[in-house]
């Protein structure tokens, strides 16, 4: 009988974020971080793959306020599992600021989804990616979709690009709104030909298709601040502007290489130069996708 590998311990965040160079725009959000425990209050998933140090609301709200962002949306990790109950503690702490990205089980209740929805979240993730416990079953996963739609959710993916002709037929199917996370985790060193990247710029041109220029420090293959990402993020900007959203990944759970929170907000700016759809991206586009119901 094989046991279930011990969880490898993660490390924290740069503490000393630098000031960004770049001013947000008002209500500017922060649509892709997490809060971790404090374990004391909200312990940690059994069987994760990873236990990170705390990271809690304080932290974030602190990290937020240096940064120049005053929005938030909060998606639940791995490590969490489906006991959401630090994020929507956090949510309920935010006076309407914060919205929230829940995991469920497939045995999820109307009622648990409607206690979730009051909660303040808005929409549900799945993780496809392999080395955090790989895909889900799909049939159960569109049976959860089915039953989100009336609440006017959406759903985020973690999905790496290179599985997305795979599950493209599933991708079809989904009759909400999705989210794919951080850029589709393409390699940044295999260029913009790169197949991958391709069929994920090709689901872009479908209209429920959204994706976060977010995790530039998991797709580059360079050192800090990684420009290699920036062709990435320019590319997906260009094809679908009003449906990018982006967030700081904090507290970066499974990096290469811990970026620094501030130089990522000037690596942002550096994805595109035109003010107005810096705001749509970091503004407009998260209000219509996690304000509107």
């Known amino acids: 009988m094989t046991s279930t590998p011990a969880p490898k311990s993660i490390p924290a965040p740069d503490p000393h974020p630098v000031k960004p160079r770049y001013m947000m725009p008002a209500d500017a959000c922060d649509a892709h971080c997490h809060v971790f425990g404090p374990a004391a209050k909200f312990p940690f998933a059994e069987g994760r793959r990873y236990t990170p140090p705390d990271a809690p609301k304080e932290a974030l709200r602190a990290l937020h306020a240096h940064l120049g962002l005053s929005r938030v949306v909060l998606v639940q990790a791995s490590c969490h ?54 895909a889900p079953d799909v049939a159960a996963v569109q049976s959860v979709i089915k039953r989100i739609a009336p609440l006017g959710w959406h759903v985020v993916l973690h999905l790496d690009a290179e599985d997305i002709g795979r599950y493209r037929s599933f991708l079809d199917s989904i009759p909400t709104p999705f989210v794919i996370d951080h850029m589709g985790r393409v390699d940044a060193s295999l260029g913009l030909d790169q197949v991958p990247f391709r069929q994920l710029l090709d689901l872009m041109r479908d209209e429920r298709a959204w994706v976060k220029v977010s995790g530039g420090e998991r797709i580059s293959r360079s050192e800090r601040p990684f420009p290699d990402a920036i062709p990435y993020a320019a590319a997906l900007i260009q094809a679908a502007p009003d449906r990018i959203l982006w967030g700081t990944d904090w507290p970066h759970p499974n990096v290469r290489l811990m970026p620094n929170d501030g130089e990522m907000v000037d690596l942002f700016a550096r994805y595109t130069d035109d003010e107005a759809v810096r705001r749509k991206i970091l503004v407009d586009n998260p209000t219509r996708l996690y304000w509107s119901n």
């Open 81 to 134: 599992g489906a006991d959401n109950r630090a994020m929507l503690d956090a949510i309920a702490d935010s006076n309407g600021r914060y919205r929230g990205v829940a995991m469920v089980r497939p045995s999820v209740t109307d009622a648990e989804l409607q206690t979730l929805h009051e909660g303040g979240a808005r929409a549900v993730r799945f993780n496809f990616v392999q080395h955090l416990g790989g």
